[in-house]
């Protein structure tokens, strides 16, 4: 798996950010196709044209976003290297516009801020607890 992240600090809520994402990437022509582990949002099938992929993923204070190509022979290819260059392009072009505008996203409360999610499924975990309700991945 060979994908280019870009790491974007924030203090802007979990749900803001996927919000922001859920409205600006299909403006862009992205449609969701999360997968009970991963929100992920595509461009292309990956057969005849490379698919353009871009995932997020969270942490406290940070948002973690992901950008790969991929294609039904290779798999995943980061955004590095001449093959397939335009598409890239492209691609880094989208995944920064995404940061800049996660970054100037305000800031949520201190109790938002606080809250603990699974890093696999995104849910919330109940306080106190060590491992997620929904997935069981530790938290």
Not at 4 to 31: H, K, M, W
Request: charged share 20%; with cysteine; hydrophobic share 40%.
């Amino acid at each position: 798996m060979s994908r280019t992240i870009l790491t974007v600090r924030t203090n802007a809520s979990r749900d803001s950010v996927l919000q922001f994402l859920s409205v600006e990437l299909p403006r862009l022509g992205y449609t969701d196709r999360s997968t009970p582990t991963e929100r992920i949002w595509g461009k292309n099938d990956g057969v005849m044209i490379k698919g353009q992929r871009i995932s997020v993923h969270f942490q406290p204070g940070e948002v973690y976003l992901s950008a790969w190509l991929h294609d039904a022979i290779t798999g995943e290819s980061d955004l590095n290297g001449f093959v397939a260059k335009p598409l890239k392009t492209v691609l880094r072009q989208v995944l920064e516009q995404m940061a800049a505008g996660i970054a100037a996203l305000p800031a949520a409360s201190p109790a938002l801020q606080n809250a603990v999610y699974c890093s696999a499924c995104g849910k919330p975990a109940e306080p106190g607890s060590r491992f997620c309700t929904r997935c069981g991945n530790p938290l």
